[in-house]
DNA sequence: CATGAATGAGCATTCATTCAT
DNA sequence: TATGAATGAATGCTCATTCAT
């Protein structure tokens, strides 16, 4: 315990250099993560940020495996219950930029997705993230429906992930300002639909 | 006739800058459409350029402010029929990326979407094509429903919209080797769902 | 007479660009006299300007000749009197910094002195307008001093405009707050050694 | 001695840039001083540069220190005696541009008088080396004339020192050809009048 | 006579990166 | 392990100038 809390208040600078660089990502884009933003926004110096990441890249690149970290944390973080509708529902509406902290989230996913975009390295570890939660959605559709239809479960899985990150795109692209219930209510409206 | 020769010979420098923009965010993302750049895209002076866009934002703006209009175009060109659902289809099959060229536009708007989650200005604009295309889904699913019921009417619509748009955004982001068929089944699904 | 109003009411445009650019150089100096500026100043086109004066330096060049006419004129406007040393008290103060409006004279002629520094051009009109003004002071020397002593009087005269030159420049450059009197005693003090 | 010859060895990169500004503004003026020019002229990278001086600005005032450092160290150096008008000569001689390395300190502190003009920056420092010499002045002036008049010795030291300040602007805004005698004889003039 | 479109060189500045310590 | 000096390519932008009308 007493060691953990020691390596916990180490403060490992890899860390808070990724963190530093989210922060500017949250606030300002991806554009303006520089190594110098990211290195006074951690509080170290500018070469200690290329010690740990010997190129702009590679600190990207080390930033969006955290996000893709973290997106994996938020949806294996909800509890599940023997209702899988309403798991479902949690599960989806935790990626929703429904407070703060999610907008915030959202902003950085948003960034990293139009990075993507034009970045290989990138799109690999967005592949990888989309298929891997697009499966555990799967499962929990196919469970509920009962019968053995995987491509069903499958492209609803699909259908109820990009209406979630569609709605935090539009929410987090037009300024950020969408009340809570206008996110909730299509998505809810869906799968109401997608699950009689 | 001569008029109209004169006028497609001078090819309006202000319009081939926009599309050199798009083309290069469409190819390398915002990040890569600086002046230089744009400018040897469109095959002009860089001077020529900022003689037309007196800034970089300036710039920016009226390519945003093209992209916004072209989805406007796309989704008005739409030929309607009686058949509500088909047209509804249509629609958003439209702005699913199933063609190159379809690609291209979501590769361009996923670039802008992201900016304007930092620029209050792209912002305003996202909201307003938003609103519009929201708008017209949410007429259509209105009449089709049959009952007067405008809030379910617009949750509908904004979930469809968000739903291609994040179908659109996963395909992008993931490398865009998505086939079509991974687009249009979990359309087809929630369109089914919610049209009964 | 009505000619003549006619004339001047016609804002001959190279007049309002040399008044605009001397405008620009007393307010920012001369680094700022683009020639933008000095067209938006003016309230002309771009194009005005360079059709009046060709290149830049003709434009400056214009602008020094105006300047010089200025002070020629200034020390010609200045009324003689029987008393040779109140003249030249006169002519002396005129060209100190005591007002507002001869604050601007000088600041603008520090910038050009600068400026013709690096510029054989301007170097040559500078050099003919203190030759003619050292030369009409000189005149008043010999004329007070009673006796032929052409090259005391010159001297005299060179120290008497160096040193109301002197005191403009250390004024201007210093921020422009000396007050009138730490201008006027070291002018009088100079003169009344000189002359006795 | 080790040390010192590594220090000589090293040759401070902030020194030699200053000293390279000042070389180009003593040729070609202020206007000419860009950081391309000053960084070729030191020997150095452009980045170089702007790693000592962070904005053009900041080189600016730097390189004004400089010349402000160098007036005060000139007129320090000259070896006092007992007779304290030989002392004033040779202190105000020295400011006159009567050699190619006095002419070079005159171009500069020219160019940047005007400059100071417009920048409070610079006029401040001008306003503070100017109440200095002028204040070294004026007690020399007032130990010569023995009685205690201290006002009396302030104007006379403003007269004098803008006196060879007006004269260096002359010869120097005049193309620099002024002969010596024509330098030395109004400031002999002044001060044998002065000083009587 | 007066305009403004078009140009490209040059500007200060920001940037990621290399390297010596 | 961590730093910062040094670099030069690239950025957005300003500029004087040419030219067609």
Redesign the interface.
């Known amino acids: 315990m007493i060691l953990f809390m020691a390596v916990k208040s180490r403060p490992d600078p890899a860390r808070s250099i990724v963190d530093a660089l989210l922060d500017v990502v949250a ?6 993560a520089t190594v110098r933003e990211v290195a006074a926004t951690a509080g170290v110096a500018i070469g200690t940020v290329q010690h740990y990441f010997p190129t702009k890249d590679a600190m990207v690149v080390g930033a969006f495996t955290e996000v893709v970290a973290r997106i994996r944390r938020r949806v294996d973080a909800v509890p599940l219950s023997d209702d899988v509708e309403s798991d479902l529902r949690a599960v989806l509406g935790e990626l929703l930029p429904v407070d703060a902290r999610r907008q915030t989230e959202a ?1 950085i996913q ?9 970045s ?1 390295t990138l ?2 570890l ?2 990888e993230v ?1 298929d891997d939660v697009r499966a555990s959605l799967a499962l929990a559709f196919e469970r509920r429906s009962g019968r053995r239809d995987p ?2 479960g499958h ?2 899985a ?2 109820a ?7 935090a ?2 929410a ?5 300002q969408t009340d809570v219930d ?1 996110l909730r ?3 809810d ?2 799968l109401a ?2 699950l ?1």
């Open positions: 606030e300002h884009g991806l554009e303006r902003r948003l960034a990293f997705a139009a990075r993507a975009a034009v290989p799109a690999a967005q592949r989309l491509r069903r492209d609803a699909a259908a992930l990009a209406l979630v990150d569609g709605l795109m539009h987090v692209s037009a300024g950020g206008a209510r299509p998505l409206l869906m639909a997608l009689t």
